[in-house]
């Protein structure tokens, strides 16, 4: 099992979609609505099959952005890229879920990693090449409604990433 799989279980699995509610700007927003369960599932079913997606998600995201690649070159074990992703998946379970810390921390990370050189949409893209990468691994198992609930909160996730302040 692997290390991602371990760590689902425990989550709060509510079949009903998940409504995101919050304003990232003073003023009124409809909540957007998307399903956590699927957005969990998805995880899950890529950890049991791929174990280990941190090598496939980094893969793809320096195919897709080479000039990425050199700020990585002293992480020649890969446990670097391992830990950052894990913090990923580990803030979009909160975000989906209670929401403790997540949204700032989307927000604080934005710009930590302008500092390292990293533009606010490429940080935004990571998100959706950690999704890319689960409907590669998923294969078949990736729904219609697996893509919905994703593409809803890469949208949400989008919008915390490039606000400031």
């Known amino acids: 099992m692997s290390v991602l799989a371990s760590s689902l279980p425990q989550l709060d699995r509510q079949s009903s979609p998940h409504q995101v509610s919050g304003s990232l700007r003073f003023g009124s927003r409809k909540p957007v609505e998307f399903d956590k369960a699927l957005i969990i599932q998805s995880l899950e079913i890529a ?3 791929a174990g280990d997606i941190a090598p ?15 700020l990585f070159v002293r992480d020649k074990t890969g446990a670097v890229r391992g830990e950052m992703l894990f913090k990923v998946i580990e ?3 909160d975000f989906i879920g209670p929401r403790t810390y997540a ?7 934005a710009v930590t ?3 390292y050189g ?9 998100f959706g090449t950690l999704r890319d990468t689960l409907c590669e691994i998923l294969g078949r198992d990736w729904t219609p409604q697996t893509e919905t609930s994703w593409r809803t909160l890469l949208s949400e996730l989008d919008e915390y990433a490039k606000a400031t302040g």
Do not use: W
């Not at 949204?103 to 990370?109: C, D, G, L, S, V």
């Not at 990293?118 to 935004?124: A, D, G, Q, T």
């Open 103 to 109: 949204n700032m921390m989307i927000r604080n990370e």
């Open 47 to 49: 950890g049991e099959r």
């Open 56 to 70: 496939l998600v980094y893969g793809r995201l320096f195919s897709q952005h080479p000039e990425m690649l050199p």
């Open 113 to 115: 990693h302008e500092g």
């Open 91 to 93: 803030a979009i379970l």
């Open 118 to 126: 990293v533009p606010r949409e490429v940080f935004s893209v990571f």
